[in-house]
């Protein structure tokens, strides 16, 4: 069966530390993969997703950035974090249908 | 522009009673949609979907309306229990587009 794994689970960072999270899927081969924030109020906002090795949309201008080294590991990644980059960070897997599969979470406390 | 709504934060809903989730959507070129529900510190899990060719879909006791003419779905869930108080968030997808567009979710809480 398919797992899917996020670490750190809680995260507090200064402004202006950088920022890595990574995420890892097991179980399933070429997945698509999403960064999704969940801040107050705001519901789920989709952040980056890959269909592949390398390659990376972005949908919210930021200061972040994601990475796909591996077939299966998605890594969120930020050189300088700002306060209102405080939320609740998730990742999440799809083999290409319409449902998608959350991992548990980093909460993520820029102070 | 929010193409996904659900527009009440909250619901209390006594237990055994059925709950009602509903969500609005403006974008007609959507053609999946579906319900996470989500405990706090978790990430959300899938609950159940429709197809935009379809108006109804059952599991259990978890069952999805579609009237595409409004725009809108809702979850009806009977009886509630107490597992079930969570935030609901509603979604939408394109057959053409990988992205998953949710709400702001609901709040549901079964009181005892």
């Known amino acids: 069966s398919q797992t899917i794994h996020q670490w750190p689970a809680t995260l507090v960072q200064p402004v202006g530390s950088p920022l890595s999270l990574e995420c890892t899927v097991e179980?399933?081969?070429?997945?698509?993969l999403y960064w999704y924030r969940q801040a107050a109020g705001r519901g789920l906002q989709l952040l980056f997703y890959s269909v592949g090795i390398g390659q990376i949309s972005s949908e919210v201008p930021q200061n972040l950035s994601a990475s796909r080294p591996q077939d299966r590991q998605f890594i969120l990644s930020s050189k300088k974090l700002l306060l209102s980059d405080s939320g609740f960070y998730l990742c999440a897997w799809s083999t290409g249908g319409p449902e998608q599969y959350f991992g548990p979470g980093t909460r993520l406390t820029v102070t | 522009d929010q193409q996904v709504k659900q527009n009440s934060p909250s619901l209390s809903v006594q237990e055994g009673r059925i709950s009602i989730l509903n969500c609005d959507y403006t974008n007609s070129m959507f053609d999946y949609f579906l319900w996470y529900k989500k405990y706090p510190a978790e990430g959300p899990t899938f609950l159940i979907s429709i197809s935009s060719i379809k108006d109804k879909n059952e599991d259990g006791r978890f069952t999805v309306f579609l009237n595409k003419s409004a725009k809108h779905l809702s979850l009806h869930i009977v009886p509630s229990q107490p597992g079930d108080s969570a935030v609901y968030f509603c979604a939408a997808i394109m057959n053409r587009d990988d992205k998953i567009i949710f709400g702001k979710g609901t709040r549901l809480h079964i009181l005892p």
């Open positions: 179980g399933t081969s070429n997945p698509n």
